[in-house]
């Protein structure tokens, strides 16, 4: 049912391309959903090879899929095509970024390499680097990262990234295993 | 057919109304119930045990729709269950929050399922610091009742011997976690407690009702009812008795009356054919929870009550109160800092509480009067929420929320007003809703009293926080604005004075000897606990007071 129930929920969404493939157990049901060029509903098609790789430097593919995989760029679209308050934002933001790039570098966002975006939105994204003026470039930032964080995180993808425990029913109430530890002075060492 | 008389009309199907109805039916009274919208079909409208995304808004809901909406509760799990269509003001400067579930059933298909028993520390409570008046009952009296629901509804916690919290009959609690155990550690060190929450969710088998799966999905309904809400627990047993007739869609206009302003039934507008419909019977409850209940019997004018029905006192509608909700503060653990992920979520933030303990053996101990109580929550949520604040990017940035899963802790207070001249509902004198009904108007601010419970509970928390080695990341800034709880209670006070009060002891009206108020209307004020159970204790006391006066012939059976 399950599965059933994700691809016609999928098949509804306008233009996904990689949704059902962001949901690992569609089976044959995904084999409905063909995987083309997305086409976004709201950004220009600049703006959103600048959000797309956005959200490929905030949640990066590294020993585990990132935001890319996950499709997240389509998500922030479709949430962005469908709340007026939101668009402002972005549009701004994405113009913000381009000027940005070009007064730092001589070249808009995407002109720039991998290794020169991520030195560029440094300031942006880190409290640590950050540098009077660019106040309206850190929110633009925030706001990225804060939909990336929901797009991603809210696929099985990043489900699985997390172990989310939403992922799994349960027999009976899960009791903390520490015994005779309740401070947790004494743990393993950290997993991750 | 239509002139047909029941014996009771009952107005709302939800805690009270859904308590009322099953024990008259259960005593062979005739019933007609009406709800103001639709049965929902758990098959359809509860959308549990779904992914994310499984949802076009990820459970979101459409960001168009949640700009509009009348309350928070709305997401694409719930969104058919709340009421959108009518609306509600508020005077210029106050805000509040009102979101309604008029589906069978109403708000108890999602509650919160905390459920501790007021004590006579909250009906003695004038008695002990001087402010308003006692409850017109004690804990002697209304402790059966609390017993017989708590047997109906299975609530897990355990025996704990507080003063503010008599103990009841209890399923075995939700386990710990570790995040438990290690604010616990805090707690003790500060000297508040933390304790098993009281909790109205199956952790066994109970009474025919399944034991919970531990989805920690229960406020977007459950599938199984494996915690209580009347159209599992109460609506089927009224319904195989036969006694039951309920008009779904059926938005309560005003109470009619006879010549000698006593009640006769009722007037409703079918939601479907947007008529007008009158219906008939020897007794009327009300139960259509707070607002909506003094909203519709300040609507019932007549040459008797020009002011509304059962209103001699002037008291309908006054004295609102509510809890004050807020996250006064939220850290993490560094302790459980890369430590596997762990099923926190499983109940649905209701395992442990910090049970009231300020004022207790000297009312006037602390700047304020009377307590609050605080919830505690974290842990592995279904979304890391705190990842959207976190700094950085990259896979530094990917690592530190994975880090961090496990780690997030905060403490929401729940804390009580005083009953209030200022805190009120009207009437709008000018709005009406789609079907031409006055809507409430809701006068209310915060108190002194509980900004100070506030301040208080940020600093106790940031100092348990402190206290079991997390980093206190912060303490609250503003509080939910009020109405967020959904513990509205007091618009139609119990007191024995008529002059004073709305309802006598047992929730009849002074005026109206057949007009019965079975929600928490009757409540003095809100306590430091929460209402349903309590709303069930007293629905039904009043019900069987209601059954009495059929017997004694005061109401004649139809």
Redesign the interface.
Known sequence: MRILGTAAAAAQFPGFSRWGFACGYMGNAALQIKPAEYRPQFFTPAEYASVERLTEIIIPSDATPGAKEAGVAEFIDFMVFSDPDAQYGFRTGLTWLDAFAEESTGKRFMALTLGQQTSLLEPLGFKSKARPGLEAGRRFFSLMREYTVTGFYTTEIGYKELDNPALKFYAESPECPHTGDPEHKHLPPPKY | MANQIHDVIVIGTGAGGGMAIKTLCDAGLKVCALNASRRLDPEKDFRFH???????????D???RR?ESFGYMDNEYTKAAWDHEIPFTTPPGMKWMWPRCNAVGGKTNFWGRSSARFGDIDFKAASLDGYDVDWPLTYDEISPFYTRVEKMIGVASTVQNRPSNPDGSYLPP?????L???L??GCNKVGVPYLPDRCAQL?QPHEGHPA?????ECTTGCDVGAFFSTPYFLLPKAEATKNLELRTDALVKNVLVDENGQATGVAYIDRQTKQEVEVYGRAVVVAASCIESARIMLNSKSRHWPNGIANTSGQLGRNLCDHLYGESARGY?P?????????????DSTIAWMPRWQNLKDPHEEKFIRGYSVYPDGG?E???GF??EL?????S???E???R?PTHVSFGVQAPTLRSDTNFVDLDPEVKDPYGIPVARIHFEWDENVLKMWEHSKQVCSDVLRA??AELEKTGDEPEIPGFSLHETGTCRMGNDRNKFVTNRFGQTHDVPNLYVCDASVFLNCTDKTTTISILAFSLRTSEHLIENFRRGEHQAA
């Open positions: 779904r992914m994310p995304w499984d949802m076009k808004f990820r459970g979101l459409d960001p168009k700009g939700f386990n710990f976690r570790c438990d155990f290690i616990q550690s952790t919970c799966h531990f989805c920690g653990l302790q459980l800092l890369g430590q596997p992920s762990f099923p926190d979520h499983v109940g592995c279904e979304f890391p990842a959207t700094d950085g990017f990259g896979s940035f990917k690592r929320v994975k880090r899963y079991a080695g």
